[in-house]
């Protein structure tokens, strides 16, 4: 059975220093250990420590054959988005992380699939780079759950949208910026807490903002299976229903109108939670995601699926079909 991980970040080996070649700001940049592993610095402060397969083009081939995946759909970390920088050095930003993303699809076809990052702070320069993107070779992108803490429902982003629907090109919203992050750092709450509300945020706007309705065709995907989206779409439409003076201002639809329209990914880490899921969505708009390669991730990419009683059928929608029809792509092109 063809395995598609579609839900995994990569970023490249070596960057340059981009706070020191713009002169300000707190954009990313590697130092490697002798451990071979790497110290993500934000500005001059350090970040997250990762591992070699988040770079090692190679050796991630070699874990995902362990779980018998072949083709990883990989995009850049959200830390890496920079959409507060100005919007030249963002676009210069994102053409090298989509180049590289361009070089390792052309390389291994059959392994990876690519997703952009575009400078979402200016619709223009976006819009520029999304086309660019399209040209060599990636097929969607991937943006955050806001954008400098706005909603994606704002009016400036709908021609982005507009042109994603128009080129063909897939849409996942992962969670970033995380709202309350400073007033809830222990536990890991940002992460545990903040991110699946950030991705309700992100499918509520769209939804209420209208931008669903007006774009039919256009190919989201909501990380994490959505977040809290769905697990308390009752509440919401409840919500819809008793204030449709707050809630239907935009978009007079009944949010529940819209399950099943978009994809989400399978990291659940919960069988029942994940029958839940698809019991609303349906087998085709749920897919195999693990946010390898980092420790939240289900990285076993998807045993906890194979081995549950889901049917075979099911099983193959999650693996694959799901994300080929989400993404436009034939099964024949990983055979
Ligand atoms: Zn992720």
Partial sequence: MLKIDMHTHIIPKHMPNWTEKFGYGK???????????????????????????????????QEYAQFDTQVQVVCTIPVMFSYWAKTEDCLALSEFLNDHI??????????????????MQDTEAAIQELERAKNIGLVGIQIGSNINDEN???????PIFEACERLGMAVMIHPWQMMGFDSMKKYWL??????????????????????????????????????????????????FNCRPDLVAVDNPINPREYIGKFWVDSITHDIDALKYILNMQGSKRVCLGSDYPFPLGDLE?????????????TIEDIFCHSTLEWLNLKKEMFL
């Fill in 102 to 119: 361009a070089e390792l699809v052309s390389k291994y076809p059959k392994n990876y699939i690519g997703l952009a990052t575009i400078p």
């Fill in 27 to 61: 954009f990313i940049h590697l130092v490697h250990n002798e451990d071979k592993t790497a110290d993500m610095m934000q500005g001059g402060q350090f970040f997250r420590r990762i591992k070699e397969n988040c770079w090692n083009e190679e050796m991630r081939i």
């Fill in 301 to 313: 990419i998807g045993k906890f699926i194979e081995d549950s009683d889901l049917s075979e059928e």
């Fill in 152 to 158: 994606l429902s704002e009016d400036k982003y709908f």
């Fill in 190 to 239: 940002p992460w545990l807490v903040g991110m699946p509300a950030e991705t309700s945020r992100a499918a509520c706007s769209m939804i209420f903002g209208g931008v669903l309705e007006r774009l039919p065709n256009l190919r989201i995907c909501f990380s994490h299976a959505g977040g809290s989206f769905l697990p308390t779409l009752g509440r919401i439409e409840h919500g």
